[in-house]
């Protein structure tokens, strides 16, 4: 319903105006890491809590080697910072530290990636895991009225039966996920190799969702799309070589978690002012915007929004609507919160002068 709202109006006041109403509309981020928002200074907090020795001297120098050429040069410092999580309440830690960040930029709903394998290849009981999760998903409800909800990731590197592995000492916590994902190195990994566990995860009931499209080709999409019969794609930019993919993806009203700070800082797009983002809408798909990994890619839900914006012109008012009701759309939410969401959207808009 959207009746009552003058885009063009909005527009006529210029981008300060509306970069304020990009920090406030309400909206969902839908694909996070949460191991991609462990900042430096809780890097560095936790490593003294833990003894965990460090390879740099303190916050700066850390964070000076957040220069990627690539996915992989991200991934092999990401999962390097990973390694301070010990315990229960490190996760909570880390978490609740992401739901202060996410409650401030007005995301009402956040359904958060997590890598098991990552903590359990080094010692760390999956119950500590999801239980430190669980618990910080739990009090971003009760503080903010925040809907958090956990996916389960899949690292595509490793093969599928450890994955299955994972997927059985993760059903004793069935209740605290909602879903299951596909994540890091994606080139050389396509989704068929994790057909059947996708195939059982969708059995118990899961939502399934997979990384395609970021590096990899658009053949990596269809896969997700066709063997791994995925709810939304993260990422997908790269969907537009393949226009009749392009086609089957808007008529079928499958999401792209697009993530505009992480695809330049990946080297996917060389700057802001060539993301395809505005192709992306204009073609009619459900994209969505996130921060993806936000402590390593320079910002949180709202500063890839406002950066966005402001390096494409041709984005406006509408636009950001779209995005954000996009967002709840593309939600795994119970229908009555997205359209309270979608109404709070609207009334938000419509008040604009
Ligand atoms: N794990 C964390 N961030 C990721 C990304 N952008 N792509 C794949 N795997 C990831
Ligand atoms: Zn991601």
């Known amino acids: 319903m959207t009746t009552a709202i003058d885009f063009d109006r909005i527009d006529a006041r210029g981008p300060a105006a509306l970069a304020s109403l990009l920090r406030r509309m309400p909206k969902a981020e839908l694909h ?7 900042e430096p200074e809780l890097i560095f907090r936790l490593a003294e809590r833990n003894r965990v020795p460090l390879a740099y001297p303190g916050v700066e120098a ?3 080697a957040y220069a990627f050429t690539d996915l992989q040069s991200f991934l092999d410092v990401y999962y390097a910072g ?9 996760f909570f830690d880390m978490a609740w530290a992401y739901f202060e960040r996410a409650a401030a930029d007005n995301v009402v709903h956040a359904e958060v990636f997590f890598d098991p394998q990552t903590h359990t290849e080094r010692g760390v009981p999956i119950e500590a895991v999801i ?44 209740d605290h996920f909602i879903g299951v994902g596909l994540d890091s190195s994606e080139r050389g990994h396509p989704p068929e190799k994790f057909a059947r566990v996708f195939a059982r995860a969708r059995e118990l009931g899961l939502h399934v969702v997979a990384h395609a499209g970021e590096e990899g080709p658009p053949a990596y999409i269809r896969g997700a799309l066709v063997v791994l019969r995925v709810e939304r794609i993260d990422h997908g930019v790269r969907c537009v070589e393949d226009p009749a993919l392009v086609e089957r993806l808007a008529r079928e009203r499958v999401p792209l978690t697009v993530c505009p700070l992480s695809n330049v800082k990946l080297c996917v797009f060389p700057s802001l002012e060539r993301h395809n983002l505005p192709a992306l809408l204009d073609a009619g798909l459900v994209a969505t915007v996130n921060s993806d990994d936000p402590a390593y890619f320079g910002g949180y839900v709202n500063d890839n929004f406002v950066q966005t914006f402001a390096a494409l012109p041709q984005l406006g008012a509408r636009h950001a609507w779209q995005l954000a009701a996009n967002s709840f759309e593309a939600s795994f939410a119970p229908e009555a919160d997205k359209r309270r969401w979608a109404a709070e959207l609207d009334r938000v808009f419509a008040a604009e002068p």
């Open 82 to 90: 990973a390694g301070v999580l010990r315990h229960e309440a490190d």
């Open 62 to 64: 850390l964070r000076a």
């Open 131 to 174: 239980v430190g999760l669980h618990h910080a998903c739990q009090r971003a409800h009760q503080e903010f009225g925040l809907s958090a909800k956990l996916i389960l990731c899949f690292l595509r590197h490793l093969s599928e039966d450890a994955a299955f592995a994972t997927l059985e000492q993760a059903l004793p916590y069935r």
């Open 32 to 38: 996070v890491h949460v191991e991609g928002t462990l």
